[in-house]
């Protein structure tokens, strides 16, 4: 089939103007459903366990006690893996947040972001877990404190297991070598990021397995502080 030299050019226009519609549409598909709540019902618990939403602005992660009876996750992501467990060993909290493996592993500054890393990791990248042992969390704008009870908070482990791979020997795959810091290390994931399954609709997906109040979508952070602010 020959094109043109006019019709291709028309073309091409077409899909350049296609672009910002689909962004458009994208924006406006993240603001509807942000705003629209998942597990409308839910209210914390008189007593439960106590688990954070973190934020630095672009990703969030969540934070929740090392040790509960309900899991040890020292267990499944090990102090020796990270750089200084000596300094590390008593830290009471765990994050652990979701995400590209190129956005994670090769830009930890926004001078390292280019065009050719973004679209990379938007163009189904592979996922790993960024795991950091942490001290007693400080509530803030960034850091919203959830209290959910112990069978919630089974669930919600059982999610964050589930997106891990295990290897023959039931261990879970770090990648090596890999550090922001003394405190963290990263391991590989489940799941390919996207447009639609980011960081952020990862954490969702978590706090909705748990049956906490949510966005019904959100690939960006500010909807799921807004729900949790309902």
Same mark, same amino acid.
């Given at each position: ?43 914390? $618990?008189?007593? #439960? ?7 630095? #602005? ?8 090392? %040790? ?6 020292? +267990? ?24 590209? %493996? ?7 500054n926004w001078e390292d972001l280019s065009a050719s890393k973004a679209l990379a990791a938007l163009a189904f990248d ?8 942490? $001290?007693?969390? %400080?509530?803030? %704008? ?21 997106? +891990? ?41 978590a706090l909705a397995e748990a049956g906490v109040r949510t966005a019904l979508w959100s690939p960006f952070v500010q ?8």
């Amino acid at each position: 089939m020959h094109i043109s030299g006019p019709a291709f050019r028309r073309l091409i226009l077409r899909l350049l103007l296609a672009i910002p519609a689909l962004l458009i549409c994208y924006l406006l598909a993240a603001l509807a459903l942000g705003l629209l709540p998942s597990n409308r019902g839910w209210a914390p $618990p008189a007593n #439960g366990i106590p688990i954070y939403l973190d934020s630095n #602005g672009v990703h969030t992660s969540v934070i929740m006690p090392v %040790k509960t009876d309900a899991q040890d996750w020292t +267990a499944a992501f090990p102090l020796e893996h990270i750089r200084r467990p000596d300094l590390y060993a008593r830290s009471p909290y765990i994050s652990i947040g979701w995400g590209s %493996k190129v956005f994670f592993l090769t830009i930890q500054n926004w001078e390292d972001l280019s065009a050719s890393k973004a679209l990379a990791a938007l163009a189904f990248d592979q996922s790993v877990l960024h795991v950091e042992y942490l $001290p007693q969390p %400080k509530e803030g %704008k960034d850091t919203r404190r959830i209290l959910i009870s112990p069978e919630q908070y089974r669930r919600l482990a059982d999610f964050i297991r589930q997106s +891990a791979p295990l290897d023959a020997h039931g261990r879970t795959l770090q990648e090596t070598g890999r550090h922001y810091g003394d405190n963290d290390a990263f391991y590989a994931a489940h799941g390919r990021y996207n447009p639609i399954v980011t960081c952020n609709q990862w954490t969702r997906d978590a706090l909705a397995e748990a049956g906490v109040r949510t966005a019904l979508w959100s690939p960006f952070v500010q909807p799921l502080f807004w729900q949790l602010g309902k």
